[in-house]
């Protein structure tokens, strides 16, 4: 069953824990899940290489970081700095827009939640009601985005197309162009984590034939450091791999198994890699999905641009069972990729629905 408005749905923040498997709660029970200081550069250049000398030089580093760490920097993933440099530029331009043009996007009108979310429209709202520090703008695979000439984007959680703005012209092609090669870069780097399991290469490729994707160009201003407003809540990603492109201040934070946050600056030329909950349970637990938060106290403006690269929408996200050592029962309540998505939006969008601020811009279906 599709799901709808209004259904009881989990808190943003909280991990989503319809099977009782997703979060950081069940970390990897391996002693050195979160045991770290600081997150370790790869360059995985390799992954690209015919020998497979190279690509396993690069899974080995891989799985070090996914199940210590859960996040890593990557050198030489061979997307081009201008490309990344012109999607900063066209969220600049995008954010430069009066409230009320952004707000002709608002995501909450948005079923699939792909468009406009207003700053402190999103997350888990503070005392003041007011919630994360940050704007956005969500896209994501549609129709036109689908490189699976088999799929017809039919999944019953997340139908429906992204919405341009098309005062904006060239905005929709430049971000489009931008997310076929992230996710190519995805598709590619999936194959390494394959092998960092010492799984066939193609072991993941069934899961990404129309993977269900989604990027997001975000604009943090900064907080007065006696603030306690954060940019982003601490949260889990929901789905494979993320690829943030972290832009040039430092905000990111994430958690280690001490509790202490550990900052995440920007690497120039590298992306910010980290495990999602998807990946976690496909591991059993092996690969660790970090919690991560954003809280931006440099003075300066900050833009971020994170990549989520997705299964399909409709993989069931189960463990694999070449992964567990006997037969382990795996649960019974099962849940797709699309479903885990759609679920975490709508938590993440709540302020959107409940504010006074942003509930006149709600569009009565
Ligand atoms: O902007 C960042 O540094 C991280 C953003 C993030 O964690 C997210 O959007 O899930
Ligand atoms: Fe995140």
């Known amino acids: 069953m599709p799901l709808v408005r209004g259904e009881e749905i989990a808190v943003w923040g909280d991990p989503y824990k319809a099977n009782g498997h997703f979060g950081t709660d069940e970390k990897s029970t391996l002693a050195i ?32 970081a996914c199940v210590r760490v859960g996040f890593f920097y990557a050198q030489g993933h061979g997307v081009p700095q201008e490309m990344i440099d012109k999607t900063f530029d066209w969220a600049e331009r995008f954010f430069e827009q009066p409230f009320e043009k952004k707000m002709e996007l608002f995501i909450n009108n948005q079923d699939n939640y792909r468009g406009y979310t207003p700053m402190f429209g999103s997350g888990k709202p503070d005392i003041d009601g007011l919630a994360n520090a940050n704007e956005a703008f969500d896209w994501g695979l549609d129709a036109k985005l689908n490189d699976d000439p088999e799929y017809a984007c039919s999944d019953p959680y997340m139908k429906g197309s992204n919405v341009w703005p098309k005062q904006l012209p060239g905005f929709e092609e430049h971000l489009s162009q931008y997310y076929g090669k992230v996710r190519d870069l995805g598709r590619v780097m999936a194959r390494n984590v394959a092998l960092s399991l010492g799984l066939p290469e193609d072991s993941f490729d069934p899961y990404l034939t129309h993977p269900g994707c989604s990027a997001v160009v975000a604009h943090y201003p900064p907080m007065e ?21 972290p832009g040039k201040v430092r905000a990111l934070e ?26 976690q349970r496909l591991t059993n637990n092996l690969y660790i999905s970090t919690k991560h938060r954003v809280i931006n106290h440099t003075g300066e403006e900050r833009i971020s641009v994170p990549f989520f690269f997705s299964a399909n929408w409709e993989c069931i996200i189960d ?5 567990l050592e006997t037969d382990v029962e795996i649960g019974s ?17 709540i302020p959107g629905d409940s504010n006074p601020l942003f509930q006149k811009y709600l569009k009565v279906a």
Request: aromatic share 6%.
């Open 254 to 279: 994430v958690l280690n198994r001490d509790g202490q946050w550990i900052s995440a600056p920007p690497i120039e030329g590298t992306y910010v890699v980290n495990v999602g909950d998807q990946l």
């Open 319 to 323: 463990p694999l069972k070449q992964l």
């Open 33 to 64: 899940a979160g045991d770290f200081k600081d997150i370790p550069v790869i360059d995985i250049s390799g992954i690209f290489s015919p020998d497979l000398k190279d690509r396993k030089a690069v899974a080995d580093q891989v799985r070090d």
């Open 333 to 349: 309540n099962h849940v797709s990729a699309g479903q885990m998505y759609k679920h975490t939006m709508m938590a993440l969008h």
């Open 225 to 245: 450091t006696t603030s306690t407003k954060l940019g982003l809540d601490p949260h889990t990603d929901n789905e494979f791999l993320t690829f943030l492109a």
